[in-house]
């Protein structure tokens, strides 16, 4: 019998499925005897690396589950108070070990065929229908990769949407009571499009700028704050200025939605509806929208249709092609759409249907209203006393 100590099974060997046999007739119908011969005449010498890579042994896949979660191991859980759109919460155990640990979910991130992807398609019509109800608009999309990347998107379909007077704004206004994180963010995506971002208070703003085209809301503000902005947003809309509003899903449940108000896009994370923190994200965003605007919607929209027996089929009603035709004049990737987790906060809703989740966020405002007289009573004053 023969002893054999350095054998392991490798990744590679699962991964590429095929034997030197297979390797050899592969290259001899490409026309090289090596696969050295065959990297040195389609990789340009200048982009190659000349010598091998620095690179321990590789492991084995037991070996390397054991040191991954060695390293995991040294992660340290405390509690968040980071706010800003991130909020902990109880991802229910039927959600959690149906969709979050199957494979059959998690492994899913755009369902380009529709016809092996019909569960997944209703998932994201339901989360379509509850972003809809909860924002107040007549559409939305299947989910952005987070708040601050559709907030971005939404500055960018109302450059496209610039028309009249307006036609050459390159002005966009974002209060500065929105998420740090998402300033920041559309910020840097404003640079590469020459657009001048003006970060201030949205009750002082001028909206008769003749360069604005669009501005940012956030609600409630980053501080808690809660504004009605339907008078903002009318005459926002006198100047032929486009609002966009970004939004607490939760918090939709119980305040006026921003589509009554006017907006014209809303946008959030839906991290809130049963998706761990998972160390700062990201999370599926939702961004909804009029109708009128569908041809300029980032991402992709789920529809129902019916196939050739009369019965309902789910297909991709609109998908931007970004990888495939339009490149550099895509809207966005819907590669990056965080599939898992809006099906997860889908669920989430069709969990605890509305009056559940009515009845969580009239408990998060019991406790902080408790928190707020507590504070008060400790002899601490609280700058925000208006609605919150």
């Given at each position: 019998m023969k002893i054999n100590l350095h054998f392991q099974e490798s990744f590679a060997d699962r991964h590429h499925g095929q034997n030197a046999r297979e390797m050899a007739d592969m290259l001899k119908t490409v026309g090289v005897a090596t696969l050295d011969e065959l990297i040195a005449k389609t990789v340009p010498a200048s982009i190659r690396l000349p010598r091998p890579l620095d690179l321990p042994p590789a492991q084995g896949e037991t070996a390397f589950l054991q040191s991954f979660k060695a390293i995991a191991a040294q992660n340290k859980v405390f509690k968040s108070y980071l706010g800003t759109g991130y909020y902990n919460c109880i991802t229910p155990g039927v959600i959690l070990r149906n969709i979050l640990e199957n494979p059959g979910w998690y492994t899913a991130y755009t369902p380009y065929q529709a016809e092996i992807a019909q569960g997944r398609m209703e998932a994201l019509i339901n989360f379509q229908t509850m972003v809809i109800d909860l924002s107040g608009m007549e559409i939305a999309n299947a989910s952005l990769l987070d708040e601050a990347t559709a907030a971005a998107e939404a500055m960018t379909m109302f450059l496209g949407l610039r028309k009249g007077t307006?036609?050459?704004?390159?002005?966009?206004?974002?209060?500065?009571?929105?998420?740090?994180?998402?300033?920041?963010?559309?910020?840097?995506?404003?640079?590469?499009?020459?657009?001048?971002?003006?970060?201030?208070?949205?009750?002082?703003?001028?909206?008769?700028?003749?360069?604005?085209?669009?501005?940012?809301?956030?609600?409630?503000?980053?501080?808690?704050?809660?504004?009605?902005?339907?008078?903002?947003?009318?005459?926002?809309?006198?100047?032929?200025?486009?609002?966009?509003?970004?939004?607490?899903?939760?918090?939709l449940t119980l305040l006026k939605a921003p589509g009554e108000m006017g907006a014209d896009a809303v946008v959030g994370s839906s991290q809130r509806f049963g998706v761990p923190m998972g160390f700062g994200g990201p999370h599926a965003a939702f961004f909804a929208t009029k109708d009128e605007f569908k041809r300029l919607i980032p991402g992709r929209i789920i529809g129902v249709s019916v196939d050739s027996q009369g019965n309902p089929a789910y297909r991709m009603a609109l998908q931007t092609r970004e990888q495939h035709i339009r490149r550099e004049k895509a809207t966005s990737n819907i590669c990056t759409a965080q599939v898992l987790l809006a099906v997860m906060a889908g669920m989430y809703a069709v969990y605890h249907g509305p009056q559940g989740l009515k009845n969580i966020a009239g408990r998060i405002y019991g406790l902080t209203q408790f928190l707020k007289r507590g504070l008060e009573k400790l002899g601490y004053v609280l700058e925000n006393q208006k609605t919150f």
């Amino acid at each position: 019998m023969k002893i054999n100590l350095h054998f392991q099974e490798s990744f590679a060997d699962r991964h590429h499925g095929q034997n030197a046999r297979e390797m050899a007739d592969m290259l001899k119908t490409v026309g090289v005897a090596t696969l050295d011969e065959l990297i040195a005449k389609t990789v340009p010498a200048s982009i190659r690396l000349p010598r091998p890579l620095d690179l321990p042994p590789a492991q084995g896949e037991t070996a390397f589950l054991q040191s991954f979660k060695a390293i995991a191991a040294q992660n340290k859980v405390f509690k968040s108070y980071l706010g800003t759109g991130y909020y902990n919460c109880i991802t229910p155990g039927v959600i959690l070990r149906n969709i979050l640990e199957n494979p059959g979910w998690y492994t899913a991130y755009t369902p380009y065929q529709a016809e092996i992807a019909q569960g997944r398609m209703e998932a994201l019509i339901n989360f379509q229908t509850m972003v809809i109800d909860l924002s107040g608009m007549e559409i939305a999309n299947a989910s952005l990769l987070d708040e601050a990347t559709a907030a971005a998107e939404a500055m960018t379909m109302f450059l496209g949407l610039r028309k009249g007077t307006k036609k050459n704004a390159h002005t966009f206004f974002v209060s500065e009571l929105c998420h740090p994180q998402t300033i920041e963010l559309i910020q840097t995506r404003a640079q590469p499009l020459g657009l001048q971002v003006v970060v201030g208070n949205h009750t002082q703003f001028d909206l008769t700028h003749p360069d604005l085209f669009g501005m940012l809301l956030q609600y409630p503000a980053t501080n808690g704050e809660v504004y009605d902005y339907t008078a903002l947003i009318a005459s926002a809309h006198e100047q032929e200025v486009k609002v966009a509003v970004a939004a607490d899903l939760l918090a939709l449940t119980l305040l006026k939605a921003p589509g009554e108000m006017g907006a014209d896009a809303v946008v959030g994370s839906s991290q809130r509806f049963g998706v761990p923190m998972g160390f700062g994200g990201p999370h599926a965003a939702f961004f909804a929208t009029k109708d009128e605007f569908k041809r300029l919607i980032p991402g992709r929209i789920i529809g129902v249709s019916v196939d050739s027996q009369g019965n309902p089929a789910y297909r991709m009603a609109l998908q931007t092609r970004e990888q495939h035709i339009r490149r550099e004049k895509a809207t966005s990737n819907i590669c990056t759409a965080q599939v898992l987790l809006a099906v997860m906060a889908g669920m989430y809703a069709v969990y605890h249907g509305p009056q559940g989740l009515k009845n969580i966020a009239g408990r998060i405002y019991g406790l902080t209203q408790f928190l707020k007289r507590g504070l008060e009573k400790l002899g601490y004053v609280l700058e925000n006393q208006k609605t919150f």
